[in-house]
């Protein structure tokens, strides 16, 4: 990988921030985007923009050809069957809900179980909760290690028959850890329970090949990959997509409407009511070939060589704390002695260096580490050695500043 090269392909890392160079250090929460896909986006705007499906003009026909050529372009990314296995939505939150919705309510009985981690965002705990308190099925907790990881003897022991639904995180968006999801899937079908996988930290940093995973659902976003932000998708198998019921109603997703009952289309159009996010697509499209053209293997041999890397330089800084285990994807969470993760955060923003600091949408998970927040630093493929280093030369500084502290 040339990252030189990369990085002059993404306009807004070329500038500078309270004086200094842009260290952009939080893809986790979104990444930037490359011109391509900029200039995706802008040429559909300015000259093909139409709705899609409906008429038959010149305009529609091109936008449709886009969006429908988008979702075989994402159906090759992560090795579907069928492109009726892949329907667009806002993002990893939208597909979550929908499964949780339209899947978990219809199937769930009471006596019957729900099994997650304390390690999942947000967006794969609420859906459950809500799932499980409408049903009467009971949602349950995979116990994490100490290091942050989970043993797949745990998963053994508590995937049973009445477990129907087993919901994980590909890699957590605060640990860094990269979860077994093939393993995952080949215990929870043994039991006959399904998998649903957040693979909003997953898709973007790694090879992901849905039917060797054998993952019945698989949630991603658009804008943690390149593309722009409210474009999402929601693999999930056909045979289960086929029994659901769609959860958004109205135009698009109908096949006959009369006065008293409805028909809907088949997949994946069922699933996508009222006007599509075209534009969003058609620029999840340009990112899938600009991560093509650099190559998803090459992506994560560098992001892997970056997280040994700032983890190696973190160990010389006195007084850090460093969350989960050693073996990551590219992104460490850590407080800096006492120091609040926002004054962290913003002592290093002022040295021109984007990190992120809070709760990360995963309060849960906070409070099994004991603490209230924590600052993290995120890595892509256009980021350097150079940016750890200057990530710890800010946390030097930092440091010396709120010397009074410690």
């Known amino acids: 990988m040339d990252v030189k090269a990369i990085r002059q392909m993404f306009p ?30 802008d040429n559909y705007y300015r000259k ?37 296995e892949i329907i667009f939505n806002r993002g990893t939150t939208t597909g979550i809900n929908t499964v ?47 290091d942050g990881t989970i043993s797949l003897e ?39 329970a399904v998998l649903v996988v957040d693979g909003a930290q997953g898709v973007p940093h790694m090879k992901v090949d849905v039917q060797d995973l054998d993952c019945d ?22 045979e289960l997509l086929e029994n659901m019921e769609p959860v958004e109603f109205g135009g698009e997703m109908i096949d006959f409407v009369d006065l008293q009952d409805s028909t809907w289309k088949e997949l994946p159009w069922k699933f996508e009511g009222g006007t599509p996010i075209i534009a969003g697509a058609i620029g999840l499209a ?32 006195d007084d850090i704390k460093v969350y989960g285990p050693e073996h990551r994807a590219a992104l460490v969470t850590f407080n800096l002695g006492d120091v609040h993760p926002h004054d962290v ?20 998970l906070m409070k099994w580490l004991n603490v209230t927040a924590t600052a993290r630093a995120s890595f ?5 050695e150079d940016d750890v280093e200057k990530l710890v030369d800010g946390l030097l500084k930092t440091k010396e500043f709120f010397g009074h502290v410690f």
């Open 154 to 192: 745990d998963v053994r022991k508590l995937v049973t028959d009445n477990t129907k639904v087993v919901a994980i995180a590909h890699v957590s968006n605060v640990l860094g850890t990269i979860n077994p999801i093939k393993e995952i899937a080949q215990i929870a079908h043994s039991k006959g």
């Open 48 to 84: 093909d923009n139409a709705n899609v499906h409906r008429g038959v003009h010149t305009l529609g026909s091109r936008a449709t050809d886009q969006y429908e050529g988008a979702r075989e372009k994402v159906r090759r990314f992560i090795n579907a069957k069928s492109t009726s």
């Open 380 to 384: 892509y493929l256009y980021n350097t």
């Open 286 to 317: 340009a990112a899938i070939d600009f991560l093509e053209d650099v190559g998803m293997d090459n992506i994560l041999n560098h992001e892997q060589k970056l997280a040994d890397y700032v983890m190696d330089r973190l160990r010389t800084v």
């Open 12 to 41: 807004i890392l070329d500038q500078e921030v309270n004086g200094h160079p842009l260290v952009y250090l939080d893809s986790s929460a979104t990444s930037q985007k490359p011109i391509s896909v900029i200039e995706a986006v």
């Open 217 to 238: 659902f698989y949630a991603f976003s658009g804008h943690k990959m390149l593309a722009p932000t409210g474009i999402g998708v929601l693999y999930g198998k056909r």
């Open 345 to 364: 955060a913003t002592a290093l923003d002022s040295y021109g260096i984007a990190v992120r600091a809070g709760h990360h949408c995963a309060q849960p």
């Open 100 to 146: 949780a919705y339209s899947y978990a309510r219809a199937n769930l009985k009471p006596g019957d179980e729900v099994l997650i981690t304390p390690m999942e965002h947000h967006s794969n705990i609420i859906p459950w909760q809500q799932a499980v308190k409408a049903t009467g099925a009971t949602l349950n907790y995979i116990p994490l290690q100490d």
